[in-house]
T-cell receptor, first 111, second 115 residues
Framework: DTAVSQTPKYLVTQMGNDKSIKCEQNLGHDTMYWYKQDSKKFLKIMFSYNNKELIINETVPNRFSPKSPDKAHLNLHINSLELGDSAVYFC??????????FGPGTRLTVL | GEDVEQSLFLSVREGDSSVINCTYTDSSSTYLYWYKQEPGAGLQLLTYIFSNMDMKQDQRLTVLLNKKDKHLSLRIADTQTGDSAIYFCAEGVAYSGAGSYQLTFGKGTKLSVIP
């Protein structure tokens, strides 16, 4: 069974559209994260949620909004997509201590 | 600010040992990690080391930590073609005691294994 899953795996869309990426974890973890990996493979954290509370927001534009309907899900909603949003977005989860488990990534292409 | 540095490329022959190096700057790091990313795939946690340890060995993998120099290395013994991937070093810092760990990643080292 997949521990951290994301949908869709690929997303191609036009500039200006609004889209969502979904993430689910079945590990019972308390904290979930979103990371962005750009075309040069640089990884940056965007958000984390712990018990439905936003813990970290690394100067991400407010066009990006994480939404957590429950502890097992952290979705990423993006408004007014821009070309520079094209990247691979990774969801991850952790329980307290150390290991963050990553999803397979969603490759977003904005045309 | 915090920064994690690693060389971008490494090429080794099959059967040789690979050593990937990383330096970090945040002395409050609690854990240091090595992740592997194969082409088109997500990140896979390879191993991690707690900041008060010097060394950790796990089968073909050996992690060495020099906390004084803030230097971390990953040694892969008997490197195989299946080890070809990008390896990310990351430092983890606990955030506000809320159970969240912020990971800062290096830019990744692309390991190419020559048959």
């Amino acid at each position: 069974d997949t521990a951290v899953s994301q949908t869709p795996k690929y997303l191609v869309t036009q500039m200006g559209n609004d889209k969502s990426i979904k993430c689910e974890q079945n590990l019972g973890h308390d904290t979930m994260y979103w990371y962005k990996q750009d075309s040069k493979k640089f990884l940056k954290i965007m958000f984390s949620y712990n018990n439905k509370e936003l813990i970290i927001n690394e100067t991400v534009p407010n066009r990006f909004s994480p939404k957590s309907p429950d502890k097992a899900h952290l979705n990423l909603h993006i408004n007014s997509l821009e070309l520079g949003d094209s990247a691979v977005y990774f969801c991850a989860s952790s329980q307290e201590e150390n290991e963050q488990f990553f999803g397979p990534g969603t490759r977003l292409t904005v045309l | 600010g915090e920064d994690v540095e690693q060389s971008l490329f490494l090429s080794v022959r099959e059967g040789d040992s690979s050593v990937i190096n990383c330096t970090y700057t945040d002395s409050s790091s609690t854990y240091l990690y090595w992740y592997k990313q194969e082409p088109g795939a997500g990140l896979q946690l390879l191993t991690y080391i707690f900041s008060n340890m010097d060394m950790k060995q796990d089968q073909r993998l050996t992690v060495l930590l020099n906390k004084k120099d803030k230097h971390l290395s990953l040694r892969i013994a008997d490197t195989q073609t299946g080890d070809s991937a990008i390896y990310f070093c990351a430092e983890g810092v606990a955030y506000s005691g809320a159970g969240s760990y912020q990971l800062t990643f290096g830019k990744g080292t692309k390991l190419s294994v020559i048959p």
